[in-house]
């Protein structure tokens, strides 16, 4: 998503948690830094944390948990796919919980080609300790 507001291509105004007609405040995660330990993140064993509800350079974060934020991001992929889309590129995926790419992806309409970032560890990325 985006960490500021303006006009999209077709001049439907935006702001950082406003997506007219399509997101709005409830449908992203708040408040996050990186490196805070919030209850939805998960300990792994070489990170130490995960940042799945977190706002990663001041970009808001949409909450895939809920159902209909995944039903929109499933309607847009089903859109693409009867475009004639035969693979989908999913942004940002290692910090979307594996549970909610899977229930997303369930809800296509046909098999498609999925590729996604690989999460790799690097201690470093624990950028705010507090």
């Given at each position: ?97 594996a549970p909610d790419i899977a229930n ?27």
């Open positions: 998503m985006t960490s500021g507001s303006g006009a999209g291509v077709a001049g439907t105004s935006y702001t950082k948690y406003v997506y007219t007609g399509t997101y709005q405040y409830q449908d992203f995660h708040h408040n996050f830094r990186v490196g805070r330990i919030e209850p939805r993140q998960q300990k792994t064993t070489r990170m130490g944390l995960r940042f799945n509800s977190c706002e990663l350079s001041g970009l808001a974060d949409l909450d895939t948990e809920t159902e209909y934020v995944r039903g929109r991001l499933a309607t847009y992929g089903n859109d693409l796919i009867s475009l004639g889309a035969d693979g989908l590129r999913l942004d940002a995926a290692k910090h979307i919980p997303i992806l369930s809800r296509l309409s046909k098999t498609v080609y999925i590729t996604q970032e690989a999460r790799i560890s690097i201690p470093s990325l624990l950028l705010d300790p507090g």
